[in-house]
């Protein structure tokens, strides 16, 4: 895989939040930036942020729930660079409400935006990158990926859906001998706009279940997964947790996660709901980084920087874990005190 100041690099959501903060990140190591989102004054001041950085954009209007515009994109990309190195699915919304609260309508929605625009980014960068027999896809799908959470049910089959999609055409590529990665990058709860973005139906306004992430600590893991092929890439300890446990006993992880509504009061705040949403159009202003959990946000991961990244390291630290338990649960001799 290229440096990455020699890559052409397309990243999809970057007007806020994750997207924006890995366009910044890029823009440090002056990589070249093709920035898609729908609020075009938002992206701007992307593209004038990543300037001044000393890194090169190109912003391209998009709605990723429509095909022709995300093709339109990879176009645009090649047309401004004449390649496409690295390719991020990262452009998401979100709704806080039980199944029955919904309506097909939203369910639809959600999962044309957060699937399907997926799946169109990954039609959309194969073409170029297959003609060239290079490339990288990374998505940023989410813990969720591996373990469903309540009061966002069509947010969470997205995500499994990123995993059976990017899965299946991972072993296609393999298949054909055709070098181009795919990676899954899945975070935590990080502090970033999409819980002030989503639509709240629980009458109040949603938050991220602590612990909070700050967006850097997945710039990193993006980052690395640009330049080492990486299969997946949890985003937080806490998350590797619950992916352990969920290997372990799926059903003891869904006791433990609504033991006392524990995964329904942590999503809620006690302020009302601030009445809008970006499901259908973009939020209105120049759009941020962060979301209003940056004073209890941790700034990076240990266990995804020395752990998560290194499989190897990984495999070693499971291996302990299952001989610690296994040498915790060993049947012991009867004592024979008193004989
Ligand atoms: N925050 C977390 O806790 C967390 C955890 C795990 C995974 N993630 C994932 O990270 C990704 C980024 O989310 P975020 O937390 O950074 O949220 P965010 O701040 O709300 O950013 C979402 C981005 O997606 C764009 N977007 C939404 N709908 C779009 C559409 N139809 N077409 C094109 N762009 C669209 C938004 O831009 P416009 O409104 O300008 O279009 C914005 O740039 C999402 O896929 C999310 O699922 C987030």
Same mark, same amino acid.
């Given at each position: 895989?290229?440096?990455?100041? =020699?890559?052409?690099?397309?990243?999809?959501?970057?007007?806020?939040?994750?997207? +924006?903060? !890995?366009?910044?990140?890029?823009?440090?190591?002056?990589?070249?930036?093709?920035?898609?989102?729908?609020? =075009?004054?938002?992206?701007?001041?992307?593209? +004038?942020?990543?300037?001044?950085?000393?890194?090169?954009?190109?912003?391209?209007?998009?709605?990723?729930?429509?095909?022709?515009?995300?093709?339109?994109?990879?176009?645009?990309?090649?047309?401004?660079?004449?390649?496409?190195?690295?390719?991020?699915?990262?452009?998401?919304?979100?709704?806080?409400?039980?199944?029955?609260?919904?309506?097909? #309508?939203?369910?639809?929605?959600?999962?044309?935006?957060?699937?399907?625009? %997926?799946?169109?980014?990954?039609?959309?960068?194969?073409? /170029?990158?297959?003609?060239? +027999?290079?490339?990288?896809?990374?998505?940023?799908?989410?813990?969720?990926? @591996?373990?469903?959470?309540?009061?966002?049910? &069509?947010?969470?089959?997205? $995500?499994?859906?990123?995993?059976?999609?990017? =899965?299946?055409?991972?072993?296609?590529?393999?298949?054909?001998?055709? &070098?181009?990665?795919?990676?899954?990058?899945?975070?935590?709860?990080?502090? *970033?706009?999409?819980? @002030?973005?989503?639509?709240?139906?629980?009458? !109040?306004? /949603?938050?991220?279940?602590?612990?909070?992430?700050?967006?850097?600590?997945?710039? #990193?893991?993006?980052?690395?997964?640009?330049?080492?092929?990486?299969?997946?890439?949890?985003?937080?300890?806490?998350?590797?947790?619950?992916? @352990?446990?969920?290997?372990?006993?799926?059903?003891?992880?869904?006791?433990?996660?609504?033991?006392?509504?524990?995964?329904?009061? *942590?999503? $809620?705040?006690? $302020? &009302?709901?601030?009445? %809008?949403?970006?499901?259908?159009? /973009?939020?209105?202003?120049?759009?941020?980084?962060?979301?209003?959990? *940056?004073? =209890?946000? @941790?700034? %990076?991961?240990?266990?995804?920087?020395?752990?998560?990244?290194? &499989?190897?390291? $990984?495999?070693?630290?499971?291996?302990?874990?299952?001989?610690?338990?296994?040498?915790?649960?060993?049947?012991? /001799?009867?004592?024979?005190?008193?004989?």
């Amino acid at each position: 895989m290229k440096p990455i100041e =020699e890559q052409v690099v397309v990243i999809t959501g970057a007007s806020s939040g994750i997207g +924006r903060a !890995v366009a910044l990140g890029f823009a440090r190591r002056r990589a070249s930036l093709v920035l898609a989102a729908r609020n =075009e004054a938002a992206l701007d001041e992307v593209v +004038r942020e990543v300037e001044r950085l000393g890194g090169r954009a190109l912003a391209v209007r998009t709605d990723v729930s429509e095909w022709q515009q995300v093709k339109r994109l990879a176009d645009a990309a090649e047309a401004r660079f004449g390649r496409i190195d690295t390719w991020i699915n990262n452009a998401g919304i979100n709704e806080h409400a039980t199944v029955a609260d919904m309506t097909i #309508e939203e369910i639809e929605r959600i999962i044309q935006v957060d699937l399907m625009g %997926y799946i169109y980014g990954m039609k959309a960068a194969l073409e /170029p990158m297959r003609r060239r +027999r290079q490339g990288a896809i990374i998505n940023v799908a989410s813990i969720v990926s @591996l373990r469903a959470a309540p009061l966002h049910a &069509p947010y969470v089959a997205s $995500k499994h859906g990123i995993a059976g999609f990017t =899965e299946a055409l991972r072993m296609e590529l393999v298949h054909e001998k055709m &070098p181009i990665r795919l990676t899954m990058v899945m975070p935590s709860f990080i502090d *970033t706009p999409l819980f @002030l973005n989503s639509r709240s139906r629980l009458g !109040v306004q /949603p938050r991220p279940v602590p612990p909070v992430y700050s967006p850097e600590t997945v710039v #990193e893991s993006v980052l690395f997964a640009a330049e080492h092929p990486r299969r997946d890439i949890i985003v937080g300890g806490q998350g590797a947790l619950v992916a @352990l446990l969920q290997r372990i006993s799926p059903a003891l992880l869904d006791r433990l996660m609504v033991a006392g509504g524990l995964m329904f009061r *942590t999503q $809620k705040t006690d $302020k &009302p709901d601030n009445g %809008y949403d970006n499901l259908y159009q /973009p939020t209105p202003g120049t759009g941020s980084v962060t979301g209003a959990w *940056t004073d =209890e946000s @941790l700034s %990076y991961s240990w266990y995804t920087r020395h752990i998560e990244h290194y &499989p190897h390291r $990984k495999l070693l630290l499971l291996g302990a874990l299952g001989a610690a338990a296994c040498l915790a649960l060993r049947p012991r /001799p009867a004592r024979l005190d008193g004989l």
